[in-house]
């Protein structure tokens, strides 16, 4: 079974700080696939990013970085110099590759507020 | 702009009606699903079609009937709901089932079952 767990529900940080989002997986796959989601007050889920699980780069995109590491099975985000239209609820998210496991599990979620 | 629309996106309804939601894709996805959001829970999938055929029924209700006419609509039909079933309705699309392919969302349809 594949689980993931986003333990913290809701952060608030001021703008300009820089907030890390945890996540953590569990699977018993070795070739799965990891996402990371962004869903606004206006609803729709908005694709970040995606990571296999054999590619252990860290990514950067603009103020967005992502730290992968299969040794703790955790896939953080981090926003650096948050901004107020940072604020949104953060899913992370977990597919496999045979069956079921294809579909997305996703995490609880993470309330961002940024605080101007 | 993700390229999936759905409609309406505000429903109120008695558990009495009988009502339909509509998802549409514009991507040329082969892949749809159906997603329940309720407050404080996990995104919960309910189905997924896979050119057109239905390959996953999360144990949902029959009080919910998804249909797919082809690969570029999806519909869930909806019947004597229970007021727990007031929830954020997303639709998605994929490339195909494989779980390598990211989803797209829609915006989702805000249910209200009174």
New interface residues.
């Given amino acids: 079974a594949q689980k993931v767990t986003q333990a913290q529900t809701e952060i608030s940080v001021v703008e300009k700080e820089d907030v890390t989002l945890d996540c953590v997986y569990e699977t018993r796959d070795t070739t799965?696939?990891l996402?990371w989601?962004k869903q606004p007050p206006?609803?729709?889920?908005?694709?970040l990013i995606?990571r296999?699980s054999f590619d252990e780069q860290n990514e950067i995109s603009g103020r967005y970085s992502w730290n992968f590491q299969k040794s703790t099975s955790s896939f953080n985000f981090t926003i650096t110099a948050s901004q107020v239209v940072d604020s949104a609820v953060y899913?992370c998210a977990l597919?496999?590759?045979r069956g079921?496991?294809?579909?997305?599990t996703?995490?609880?979620?993470t309330q961002l507020t940024v605080l101007p | 702009e993700t390229g999936v629309t759905q409609t309406p996106r505000h429903l109120v309804m008695g558990m009495t009606n009988k009502k339909s939601l509509k998802c549409e894709q514009h991507l040329g996805h082969n892949a749809m699903y159906w997603y329940k959001q309720s407050a404080k829970k996990p995104l919960e999938l309910m189905f997924v079609y896979n050119f057109k055929e239905q390959t996953e029924n999360n144990s949902v209700p029959s009080r919910f009937s998804p249909e797919c006419p082809n690969s570029s609509h999806l519909f869930l039909h909806l019947h004597t709901l229970q007021p727990e079933d007031s929830a954020l309705y997303l639709c998605a699309s994929s490339q195909t089932t494989s779980g390598l392919n990211e989803q797209f969302f829609g915006p989702g349809t805000r249910l209200t079952v009174l």
Avoid: C, K, T
Avoid at chain 1, 100 to 104: E, I, V, Y
């Fill in positions: 799965y696939y996402f989601y206006s609803g729709e889920l908005v694709f995606r296999n899913f597919s496999g590759i079921s496991a294809r579909q997305l996703f995490g609880s979620g």
